[in-house]
């Protein structure tokens, strides 16, 4: 007799993203060491991090409640009592604002910022007048709408040659050869996209725009789909000294510069900037060699 494997109920976006809420609390939690944070030492522990009654003294909320909380149950907190479990558990900005987003919470910022909808013919000068520094205009979820000569040249692909919804750092970290080899730091460089993508798709849950992406993420790459399903860490887009590895320059450091067009929501312009001479010849290169 065949028995039929037995279907997993369909989560609603709610019912995902308090699980996704408890699963975060309990890694955050864990990743803490208690003797920092000057708690005193009491038994023997048998996991890392905190327990959960330290987590719940820390915020002054009932043990049961954070329990609940970080089982994935209807707790529906208020405010300011998730800004106090934040705060017993160290969040940083950027992972307070996802823990309220999940929660169903508006955080403290404004989140209506408008959107840069489409590409003006002065953006694209811009672009151009950055040479040879490359410089892209990319979206919330990383697509990539606009973009001068001397980033496709970075990258090692041509905008123009590909589908527009193919051009997307993340999906093209994942399924394109020259992009995929241009990043050094394999791990860190996924983690990041992974952080990165986790923060932002926690105020689009449901969406079926930034849901086709993740999915799409998960079925170019079994590597992504397990780090989504178990790294949980957050982070906020920054700027930061970034790696390349080039077949004809070797390896050399560029400065990765953001700016916003708007606080939340708005496109980024990013611009990559030589920090040493090794960087400068770099760009100099790419922009003699097309």
């Known amino acids: 007799m065949t ?5 997993q109920p369909v989560l609603t976006v709610q019912e995902e993203n308090r699980k996704q809420l408890g699963a975060f ?15 005193p030492r009491s038994g023997r522990r048998r996991t890392p991090g905190l327990r959960r009654e330290e987590v719940a003294l820390l915020a002054d909320v009932g043990v049961t409640w954070y329990t609940w909380l ?25 992972e307070t604002r996802h823990l309220f987003l999940l929660a169903g919470l508006t955080p403290a910022e404004t989140l209506n910022a408008p959107q840069c909808e489409g590409i003006s013919e002065g953006t ?17 979820n990383f697509d990539i709408v606009a973009w ?30 020259q992009w995929h080899s241009r990043l050094g730091q394999h791990e860190s460089v996924l983690q990041t996209f992974v952080a990165y993508f986790r923060a ?16 799409r993420y998960c079925a ?14 957050v982070r906020g887009v920054e700027n930061k000294v970034k790696q390349f590895i080039h077949p004809q320059l070797g390896e050399f450091t560029l400065q990765q510069m953001y700016w916003f067009s708007a606080p ?10 030589p920090v040493d001479e090794q960087g400068e010849h770099a760009l100099k290169w790419l922009a003699e060699n097309a």
């Not at 609390?25 to 708690?39: N, V, Y």
């Not at 079994?222 to 949980?232: G, S, V």
Request: neutral net charge; charged residues 25%; aromatic residues 6%.
């Open 200 to 215: 932002a798709m926690a105020e689009h849950r449901g969406d079926p725009v930034w849901e086709a992406k993740l999915a």
């Open 124 to 140: 694209r000068r811009l672009l151009d007048s950055l040479l040879p520094q490359p410089a892209s205009i990319q979206k919330t």
């Open 148 to 177: 001068n000569v001397a980033f496709e040249r970075l990258m090692g692909v041509n905008f123009g040659e590909m589908a527009e919804e193919d051009r997307n750092c993340i999906y093209l970290y994942l399924t394109h050869p």
């Open 264 to 273: 939340r929501n708005g496109s980024r312009l990013l611009v990559y900037l």
């Open 3 to 7: 028995l039929m494997a037995e279907r």
């Open 220 to 233: 170019a790459s079994a590597e992504f789909e397990a780090m989504w399903r178990n790294y949980l860490d």
């Open 25 to 39: 609390l309990r890694a955050r939690r864990e990743s803490l060491d208690p003797q920092r944070l000057g708690l």
């Open 70 to 94: 970080e089982q994935g149950r209807e707790m529906n907190p208020s405010a300011g009592v998730l800004q106090a479990v934040a705060s017993a558990l160290q969040c940083s900005p950027t």
